[in-house]
């Protein structure tokens, strides 16, 4: 009796921690995706702008001035947490995503009134330190997991490119509302609210996963110093360039500093994986050339849906050369379409759909193994590149426009476009260069498994 009792209830037994990994898989693909657009919102749109018109100008000013050092900050810090968390272990990643999301909650509460006060800059410097360790953390937690991995780069490419994107708000507050949405108040309190809830509750589920022995418990320093030597040489060279005249020799060497930084960044991670940072600077330059506003309202989902249907291509066709090829056809787009994009509606949603959906197939494409290599990657989208330092060289800052956003009425130029060709050629011959000299990570392991077999 003992015996039948015991086998009537094992199904059950084994039907619960099913239904509890299913029921898990779903919470971590949703706090990945929320964690990693909370945290690449609060990345690319500084604190409230729009929305301190009666803050001190001066504030303003600082707050925008210093917004692309913030960003480097905000970059850095995710790469080290993505660094540190994997020697921790995963369950110590959603721990440390779920805390600086607390911490960016906090934040927001207790500055809803910076403008007023005057610590606009402080405050977002915080904002963009905790949100690049909630980046990199939540990489760590989820990478290895092809639902949760491809969500958290969903959240975090589309609310890059939505921050990136933002038109620059019209003076007296009316006008789009989905972009004051998008630059008031970014996030709303209540997706912070439930974006801790849900990190939270993907935290919990790890008690149920099994404990596994961790790949790898060792500090990776090579993502730390590809990070460094990028995030160093892309925020300087561009800080110079705004502060000098930008004449072509000027604008070569800065390319080829940015070139070179790249190839050196590349080579510091581990096999081939420094692929995707080569196609990631490529692609944020000509992205950043495109001429993205005005553009109607119901555009306003594309960037995301773009991104999805490019991830979707770039995992199907996984060739880095088809990646950079219709990187450098977006550069020359840009440059073609500069002085028209103002007159024909068309061209700026084209232009901003092209993009999203070359940036998702380049992650797709060249994703690599590692949390820490696609960190990297993703820290070369949000720090400002060359081709917004050349835009901002007229005001002398490293924005689209005085006031961060890019402005609909701003002076045009094909110079950013045929700039960025130029860079994603250089990046180009970084790929070819790392091909012949690295072999993929993975090349020898079915051979090993035959050895083992036998």
């Known amino acids: 009796m003992g015996a039948k009792f015991a086998l009537a209830q094992q199904p059950h037994s084994i039907a619960a921690p099913i239904v509890v990994r299913r029921l898990a898989i779903r919470v971590e693909a949703v706090a990945a ?26 504030q303003l000013d600082l707050l925008v001035l210093n917004m692309p050092r913030a960003a480097a900050a905000g970059a850095a810090f995710a790469v080290v947490s993505a660094a540190l968390v994997v020697a921790l272990g995963r369950r110590t990643a959603w721990v440390a995503s779920c805390g600086s999301a607390v911490v960016l909650l906090v934040d927001q509460l207790w500055n809803r009134d910076a403008a007023a006060a005057g610590n606009l800059t402080t405050a977002n410097y915080i904002d963009c330190i905790f949100s690049g360790i909630l980046l990199g953390a939540l990489a760590v937690a989820v990478f290895g997991k092809p639902i949760a991995t491809g969500a958290y780069l969903i959240g975090a490419l589309g609310a890059i490119l939505i921050g990136d994107q933002t038109s620059l708000p019209p003076s007296g507050g009316g006008g789009n509302p989905l972009i004051q949405w998008a630059s008031v108040a970014t996030p709303p309190m209540w997706l912070l609210l439930l974006t801790v809830l849900l990190l939270a509750a993907g935290t919990a589920v790890q008690h149920f996963e099994p404990a596994g022995e961790e790949e790898n418990t060792d500090l990776a320093i090579g993502p730390i110093l590809s990070a460094l030597v990028l995030v160093t040489a892309t925020t300087l060279s561009t800080e110079w360039l705004v502060r000098h005249a930008g004449t072509p020799a000027q604008i070569g060497v800065t390319v080829a500093i940015t070139i070179g930084a ?13 692929v995707l940072v080569l196609l990631a600077v490529a692609v944020a330059n000509a992205g950043s050339a495109v001429i993205a506003v005005p553009r109607p309202d119901w555009t306003a989902p594309l960037p995301v849906l773009a991104v999805v249907a490019g991830l979707a291509a770039g995992r199907r066709w996984r060739s880095p050369w088809i990646a950079l090829a219709v990187t450098g056809g977006l550069a020359v787009f840009a440059a073609l379409t500069a002085h028209a994009a103002h007159q024909y509606a068309v061209i700026p949603v084209l232009g901003v759909a092209l993009t999203a959906l070359i940036i998702g197939f380049c992650f797709g494409a060249a994703v690599p193994k590692t949390a ?60 070819y260069l790392l091909w012949r000299i690295r072999a993929p990570r993975d090349l020898a392991a079915p051979e090993s498994r035959r050895r083992l077999s036998a």
């Open 33 to 58: 995706l929320l964690g990693a657009a909370v945290a690449g919102l609060l990345l690319m749109a500084p604190l409230d702008l729009a929305g301190t018109p009666e803050g001190p100008v001066l």
């Open 262 to 274: 790249a190839v050196v960044a590349a080579l510091l991670l581990p096999g081939r994986e420094g």
């Open 372 to 431: 820490g290599s696609a960190v990297v990657a993703m820290a070369v989208m949000i720090v400002p590149c060359l081709v917004v330092a050349l835009r901002g060289s007229s005001f002398g800052r490293v924005a689209y426009s005085p006031r961060w956003y890019r402005d609909p009425n701003a002076a045009t130029s094909a110079m950013p476009g045929w700039m960025a060709l130029v860079i994603t050629l250089g990046c180009a011959a970084g790929v």
